[in-house]
């Protein structure tokens, strides 16, 4: 993709953040200019904000740190990829931590005012009639990230250099908002904030050939499936009086199946069994049964869409 | 609790909701078994082999 026009440049300030349309087909580039700059990223599918880009949804199906190869996912019952993650020349982007916000510098560091993704994700969302409330979990592009031993997260320094860049291609058309991260008293940029630079371009034909196949399923709901699909306008939460609970599959009706071992299964089945279900032989044997079934058929680890397997 | 025990075996009483007997259900009609009780027992067998192997996530 080196020789094209782009079809919109920007320079992406410190402090600041830029919303873009970005079509379906179209590729967002967002490029180091100076090296060792965290992006946060927001996303809203561009025809109804209610559908966003998912973290949690994200780092279910591609782990902590999706790189080149991966999606940006929207979140249940959408459950969309919206983003395909095309190019990706230093692999180190974070769906674990949230956006910092100026409660962080107050708290932290005693500040009254300071730059912080979600004031500036807010203020750049602004451009399209979104609210403060409406900035969702940040996809932190550059920003590299561990898991301790003991649980915790932490941010690194980063070795991105001036020319690495992340390319998203947009499968549905979306609202992209990228923005400088603004921790500058913080190691997520190296303790220094340095400008961004974006362009877009149009996907060649190949490059839309070469996008793996994600599954279309009928869980993947939109608001014509919802039994309530008005946007509350207002903002008090109040009972609605004719509500009447229509939970899925409920009640979860049971069968007892008797399963006769012998002598050389019961062995077998106590020989393998897991301590947690004690001396519950039926939650044991329900253990093995359904682990037994994942090993062989479960085709979506981690309960998520396998990309390339349906 | 434990279920029955005799000198030939043991009887367990499997509880099933439905959402789990239909993925049972559905995975019998795929062929792997004859019937759901054959099904429970090809997958202990099985179990027991990959659980030897240490191929099983905890």
């Known amino acids: 993709m080196s020789a094209r026009e782009p079809i919109f440049e920007w320079e992406l300030q410190p402090g600041t953040g830029k919303a873009i349309e970005l079509r379906a087909g179209q590729i967002l580039r967002i490029e180091q200019v100076g090296g060792g700059q965290c992006v946060d990223f927001n996303a809203f599918n561009l025809h109804d904000y209610k559908e966003f880009m998912h973290c949690g949804r994200t780092r279910t199906v591609h782990g902590f740190n999706p790189t080149k190869g991966t999606f940006m996912w929207s979140q249940p019952p959408r459950e969309r990829a919206l983003l395909y993650i095309m190019e990706d020349t230093y692999g180190r982007n974070d769906v674990l931590f949230p956006r910092c916000s100026s409660y962080v510098y107050e708290a932290a560091y005693g500040f009254d005012a300071h730059t912080n993704c979600h004031d500036i994700q807010a203020e750049a969302q ?101 039994r309530n699909p008005v946007i509350k306008a207002d903002r008090a939460l109040t009972r609605d009086p004719a509500y009447v609970p229509e939970f899925t599959n409920v009640p979860l009706e049971t069968e007892t199946l008797e399963i006769e071992l012998t002598p050389e299964e019961a062995a077998l089945f106590d020989s393998v069994r897991l301590p947690v279900h004690g001396d519950d032989d039926g939650a044991a044997l329900r253990d093995v049964l359904f682990s037994w079934w994942e090993s062989r058929f479960l085709a979506a680890s981690s309960g998520a869409p396998a990309i390339g397997d349906r | 609790m434990a279920d029955d025990t005799t000198a030939t075996g043991r009887t367990v009483r499997l509880v099933l909701n439905r959402q789990q007997l239909e993925l049972v259900d559905r995975t019998v009609a795929r062929g792997v078994a004859q019937d759901r009780t054959a099904l429970v027992h090809l997958a202990l067998a099985e179990y027991a082999v990959l659980a030897a192997a240490g191929g099983l996530p905890r």
């Open chain 1, 126 to 226: 602004r451009e399209y009639g979104l609210t403060p409330d409406d900035v969702h979990d940040s996809f932190n592009l550059f920003m590299c990230t561990e898991v301790t031993l003991d649980g915790r997260a932490t941010i690194t320094r980063q070795a991105s250099k001036a020319g690495d860049h992340v390319d998203l291609l947009a499968l549905a058309d979306v609202l992209a908002i990228p923005n400088v991260c603004g921790a500058d008293v913080m190691r997520t940029s190296n303790f220094g904030l340095k400008p961004i630079k974006l362009q877009v371009f149009e996907a060649t034909e190949a490059e839309l050939a070469a996008v793996p196949k994600t599954p279309i399923l009928r869980s993947q709901r939109t608001p014509k499936d919802f």
